[in-house]
């Protein structure tokens, strides 16, 4: 790219970066405001936006970075370059877990609330984020590109002008990345919504009176199904572009620099639009959402009329310390004469 669009892609990516920060930020501090953390769903979508925080604050910049603006040992631009994987990998497993956890509560409900507990659902958390980390940093044990490191062994140089594709082989990205850890997991997902979906409707119809209990629970599964539903649809259309032009680049096609550029945009975008959904499809978010932005009003509305009767305060202050000088200097002419 020139410097120009250079430039524009790096303004870009920091706006991303400041929307995905802020958004997930407070759709973590709205899970909990909303005493939801000890439901799985919600606990899963907490970590979710954990994971959409951390690209935000780490993995956008480091992008940034290994765009061939820092000179770096090989080891250390192959370990950035892995970190900005670990975040992808860790909202791919999320989403494969939310969705899990939609099919358990429907198929199973009253097996579903005794089995999963606050504990084991933080232990879920953790397993995703080490096989993410495991998945994430494989190139690290030698699936690296050794094209690269072979040149810096000929020209005897110790570091490289830090790019990503410079290190990370397409077969890695193509065949493990994507279709192991990323086209793999979207289609088990997209299975177990469907099958979600039937299900719901198959017990619905059989449901009694729309006011029975069970009409009531399963519909309002079947809501928060949709909502997540979209999430999964947003991070596919995300992440689906880079990805394929990522297998046209190993069959030999060419992808314009520009196409790439939009793409890694995309991906970064994506990290950012599900607090917006969480706004507008979840309830409980919402509602926790609007709390907050009372809250800010009514201390912004506070601040205000402090500010106003300070300075009137000083206002009146000022009026009677101007009157004492003109009484003072009355008298002292007074005296004078």
């Given amino acids: 790219m020139d410097s120009v669009a250079g430039a524009v892609y790096v303004v870009l990516e920091l706006l991303i970066a400041v929307m995905c920060c802020l958004g997930n930020l407070l759709a973590i501090w709205a899970v909990r405001a909303s005493g939801s953390l000890r439901k799985p769903t919600f606990c899963f979508m907490a970590s979710l936006a954990a994971a959409d925080f951390l690209v935000g604050a780490v993995a956008i910049p480091v992008a940034v970075l290994v765009d061939g603006r820092v000179s770096t040992s090989f080891n250390s631009c192959l370990f950035l370059s892995c970190v900005t994987l670990l975040l992808v990998q860790a909202s791919i497993l999320m989403l494969l877990v939310i969705a899990v956890d939609r099919h358990l509560r429907v198929q199973m409900p009253l097996r579903y609330k005794r089995s999963f507990t606050q ?41 490289i002008v830090c790019t990503f594709l410079s290190v990370m082989p397409m077969t890695y990205l193509v065949y493990f990345q994507f279709f192991g850890c990323t086209l793999l997991p979207l289609l088990v997902m997209c299975a ?71 793409g890694i945009l995309l991906t970064h975008a994506n990290s950012a639009v599900n607090p917006v959904v969480y706004a507008f ?44 000088k003109e009484r003072d200097y009355s008298e002292s002419n007074r005296h004078t004469v």
């Fill in 281 to 324: 499809k979840v309830p409980k978010i919402r509602s926790a959402y609007l709390r907050a932005w009372r809250k800010c009003a009514l201390c912004w509305q506070q601040g205000v009329s402090q500010s106003t009767e300070s300075k009137d305060f000083s206002t009146r202050t000022k009026s009677i310390e101007d009157l004492t």
């Fill in 119 to 159: 504990r084991r659902c933080w232990a879920v958390v953790g397993a995703c984020w080490l096989l993410a980390f495991a998945f994430s940093f494989t190139p690290m044990f030698g699936w690296y590109n050794r094209q690269t490191l072979a040149k810096m062994v000929m020209e005897n140089s110790t570091t």
């Fill in 192 to 262: 177990l919504y469907v099958h979600v979906f039937r299900s719901i409707s198959k017990r619905l119809q059989r449901s009694q009176a729309p006011g029975a209990e069970s009409h009531a629970y399963y519909a309002k599964e079947r809501k928060l199904a949709k909502s997540l539903l979209l999430v999964l649809v947003l991070f596919a259309i995300g992440w689906l572009p880079l990805s394929i032009m990522n297998c046209v680049t190993i069959f030999g096609g060419d992808v314009p620099l520009v196409a790439i550029y939009i």
